[in-house]
């Protein structure tokens, strides 16, 4: 980087609004560095309110890396500069970060924006989505749990019928499961067990006339 001498017709660098009494606050010099470049960003690109009133949306990582800090340094500066009534944030919803209005020192400032209606919307949306969170993973354990039972059912079912084939079997030991299916086959290729089974398909499933 080149550095020069200043004259009178030197123009200068892209500067940050620093106001004077912010000079004499009793917050750290970052936290100081931090509020010039929350309101240059607030003077450029600030946003205006149901109220008129301009804030910004810095996400603490945003913030921390224009200052090259850690996000422990930039929330502690935050709540230095909070504390100290040069800004107040203002929760938006989950996930969406912070509304914060940049305050001026020195001069009288503007009511700030009623911000209780938000703060119970917010709190309202948190209860929403915990019940929705609750009603997803009620339905996830429904839904296992039916799983659960079919599978139980069609077991049941499995071994309550098997035991009834081979009572009809003789010395079922000595069958092979091909022997088993072997006859399975001749049996249910009979018209008369067709038939039959047809009949009680029909009296568990009567159709619609």
């Known amino acids: 980087m080149i550095f020069e001498f200043m004259t009178i017709d030197t123009p200068l660098p892209p500067c940050m609004a620093f106001p004077r009494a912010l000079t004499g606050f009793p917050v750290s010099s970052t936290a100081k560095v931090m509020y010039c470049r929350m309101l240059d960003a607030m003077l450029s690109k600030g946003q205006e309110d149901e109220n008129g009133i301009l804030f910004v ?15 422990m340094t930039v929330k502690r500066s935050l709540n230095e500069l909070e504390n100290a009534g040069l800004i107040m944030r203002v929760r938006q919803g989950v996930g969406e970060p912070n509304r914060i209005y940049v305050l001026i020192p020195g001069r009288r400032t503007l009511p700030l924006p009623d911000t209780s209606k938000l703060e119970k919307l917010n709190k309202e949306l948190e209860k929403s989505e915990k019940k929705l969170r609750k009603a997803i993973n009620d339905e ?58 047809k009949k009680l398909l029909e009296r568990e499933n009567p159709e619609t006339p």
Do not use: N, W, Y
């Open 57 to 71: 949306c810095f996400p603490v990582t945003a913030i921390a890396a224009v200052l090259s800090r850690s996000s």
């Open 140 to 197: 996830k354990a429904l839904q296992h749990q039916l799983k659960q039972l079919t599978r139980k059912e069609r077991t049941h079912r499995l071994c309550t019928r098997g035991g009834m084939l081979e009572s009809f079997l003789q010395e079922p030991e000595r069958l092979t499961d091909d022997d088993v299916m072997l006859l399975l086959k001749l049996i249910f290729h009979r018209q008369d067990t067709q038939e039959l089974l």
